[in-house]
């Protein structure tokens, strides 16, 4: 019986994470993925925030300048209408979507098709970053990558925001943001409170 299920022609699906920092190369690991799908001669379908504009309106662009077009969605239930034919579905800063993707992954793995989510950790205060611990739990594969500390050389998993906002996204690049590691982290974080 289960293996009848298994070799039905739809395929096992499951849901994979790519998350991190900012710098750690989450996106091209993303878009490598997808990729190496497209030469498997999948259906692939990459689907990025409407919030995020940094690079491109209409493509998904890593900090190398990698890109890949993508459909950008406003609610994540749209992705249940766009992904009928696609077969492997990528999805880039998922950490900026709204609790619905949840419910939109799980459906999608569930009829057979390959989810693979790119998306921050944690935000700037060194918080889990919206949804993303519940992807990781529902997740049959979760990679972690690391940036470079900008101020030791270590491993980096913090995203340290060097400019004074305060708002939970701010978008933004080297010019707002640098990878650091925890050690780093503290240190700055700990100089910050003590001007306060």
């Known amino acids: 019986m289960f293996l ?17 920092s900012m710098f750690s190369g989450k996106t091209e690991e993303l878009l490598r993925r997808l990729r190496r799908a497209t030469f498997a001669r999948l259906k692939v379908l990459l689907i990025k925030p409407a919030v995020d504009n ?3 309106e209409t493509e998904v662009v890593s900090h190398d300048s990698t890109s890949l077009a993508a459909t950008v969605v406003y609610d994540s239930l749209e992705i249940l209408h766009l992904s009928k034919d696609a077969q492997v579905i990528g999805i880039d800063e998922a950490q900026f979507f ?25 935000d700037f205060r060194g918080v889990p970053f919206g949804i993303m611990p519940r992807l990781m739990a529902i997740a049959e594969f979760v990679d972690k990558v690391h940036a470079i500390c900008v101020r030791c050389g270590h491993l980096a998993q913090y995203s340290h925001r060097t400019t004074k906002q305060s708002d939970l996204v701010v978008l933004g690049e080297k010019d707002r943001y640098e990878p650091l590691c925890r050690r780093c982290y503290q ?4 100089n910050e409170s003590e001007h306060i």
């Open 54 to 56: 940094r690079y491109s």
């Open 4 to 20: 009848e299920q298994v070799n039905n022609g739809k395929g096992s699906g499951c849901i994979e994470v790519i998350t991190g």
């Open 187 to 190: 240190m700055f974080n700990n």
């Open 98 to 122: 709204d609790d619905s993707l949840v419910e939109v992954c799980q459906k999608l793995a569930n009829e057979g098709k390959r989810i693979i989510i790119a998306g921050l950790d944690m």
